[in-house]
């Protein structure tokens, strides 16, 4: 008859010969689940690399100012690339649309829109709309090394050299000298639109801005005659019009006007006081 102590050694060894062989099948089962993951996942990548359905074609389109190899050189950059070092970018399944629009706006500021769409299996067509000149950003009123900017005061791109004045030249600004001005306001975007139309609202007094330059306390704007106006950047540019819009309905500044013909410069900077003088000294 076997002894109590060896019936339970028996039943130890019993179970953890159990416990062992579970997991053991527990172990390979794992390393199984592992091998067919990585097999998986290294048979998708090389699926997804296959030439037929990686894009190898870059076609750019509506672009002026901006060189066609220099969109094509980023756009490459971001493709070649991989996600985590195991699936290309280049996939037409995975490619980075939206990486690709966001790089290249920040990389040329005359962007303004940019599609992308696939023309066939293994050509990505990228459709530019680049912002439109609406005048001139200059460091000082002399200089002929100007740049672009939008109708929301943002400088975008470098300007070619003009003999007159084809665009409004503006100066000055919220502008570092130290650093290059593109993609930069020359204004806050608000206040450069209520600028905009401020000067639009001077042609019908016969004074057609050329040049705007903007200190830190007050605003300058020459015009084509050769006068020039000045404007204290706080005020209310509505209502500096109207204190404008009364002084040329005025008699004495007709008559003054008519016997000069040329506005020397018009001070708007004090409310409803406006200083004002002619060429000839009236």
């Known amino acids: 008859m076997a002894k109590k102590s060896d ?25 199984l ?26 076609v750019v389109s509506g672009n002026l ?17 991989s996600y985590f070092g195991l699936f290309a970018k280049s996939n037409i399944f995975f490619y980075p649309s939206k990486t690709i629009k966001k790089t290249l706006a920040a990389t040329f500021p005359a962007i303004k829109n940019i599609h992308g769409n696939l023309e066939n299996w293994q050509t990505l067509k990228l459709s530019v709309e680049e912002r439109t000149p609406f005048g001139l950003w200059c460091q000082s009123v002399d200089t002929t090394a100007c740049f672009y900017l939008d109708d929301n005061g ?7 050299v003009f003999s007159d004045n084809i665009f409004l030249k503006f100066t000055g600004g919220e502008i570092n000298a130290s650093s290059s001005p593109l993609g930069k306001n020359f204004l806050p975007s608000d206040e450069f ?9 001077l042609v019908p007094f016969g004074l057609i801005p050329i040049v705007f330059e903007a200190n830190p306390n007050e605003y ?5 005659n050769g006068g020039w106006l000045i404007i204290n950047t706080a005020d209310d540019l509505s209502q500096v019009l109207e204190n404008l819009e009364t002084i040329f309905r005025s ?4 008559k003054a006007l008519a016997r000069s013909g040329v506005i020397d410069y018009i001070d708007l900077r004090y409310g409803n006081k406006v200083f004002y003088k002619f060429k000839n000294g009236d």
Do not use: E
């Open 154 to 160: 943002l400088i975008f791109s470098s300007a070619a």
């Open 65 to 81: 100012l901006i060189a066609t190899d220099d969109i094509l050189a980023v756009t490459k950059k971001i493709i070649t690339d």
């Open 7 to 31: 019936v339970h050694f028996y039943k130890n060894k019993r179970q953890n010969s159990l416990v062992v062989r579970r997991r053991r099948k527990l172990m390979i089962t794992g390393v």
């Open 33 to 58: 689940i592992l091998i067919i993951f990585v097999t998986t996942i290294l048979g998708l990548s090389w699926f997804l690399s296959q030439p037929f359905i990686v894009i190898n074609n870059l």
């Open 193 to 201: 639109r209520r600028v905009s139309f401020f000067l639009d609202s």
């Open 251 to 254: 008699d004495n500044f007709k």
């Open 220 to 224: 300058r704007i020459y015009s084509k």
